[in-house]
């Protein structure tokens, strides 16, 4: 059972200026949005790899990326179509190919993703820090 009073203050308080200050400063709506499509585009974990094949190959066409990351063309070219949607991929016509790459915003945000999943813990002694 969780216990709900470590999730809230026991008191109500606000600090007004400070609040005010940071809701001020927050996006618009429109641009959350669109970030959050971005973040949910990585959310599969076939996307995210077929992502990460990407960020280390450059441009590659549906047929390379399926065999890279061991998945059907037409389920890659699902995913790689919802990445597309999420603006994190381009695709260009290379006669009768279709090549695809990271966008910029694409690049960074699955590197910020995948950092997570290889940072090493340093020892105590190094004062406990991350490394990536």
């Known amino acids: 059972m969780t216990d709900r009073r470590q999730d809230s203050c026991d008191l109500l308080c606000l600090d ?10 927050l996006p618009e709506v ?15 974990p076939t996307r995210l790899r077929i992502a990460a094949a990407l960020l280390s190959g450059g441009e ?3 047929c390379d ?3 890279v ?3 059907a063309q037409n389920l890659t070219s699902h995913h790689l179509r919802q990445l597309k949607i999420g603006g994190l991929v381009s695709s260009r016509r290379d006669g009768r190919l279709v090549m695809y790459a990271l ?7 699955v590197t ?21």
């Open 16 to 25: 007004l200026p400070h609040a005010e200050e940071i809701r001020t400063g």
């Open 30 to 44: 429109g641009a959350v949005e669109a970030a959050a499509a971005a973040a949910r585009a990585l959310g599969d």
């Open 60 to 62: 590659l066409c549906v």
């Open 65 to 67: 990326a399926s065999w």
């Open 69 to 71: 990351v061991g998945a």
């Open 103 to 109: 966008t910029g915003r694409g690049r960074a945000l």
């Open 112 to 132: 910020a993703v995948l950092e997570v999943q290889t940072e090493q813990v340093v020892p105590a002694g190094d004062g406990g820090a991350l490394k990536g």
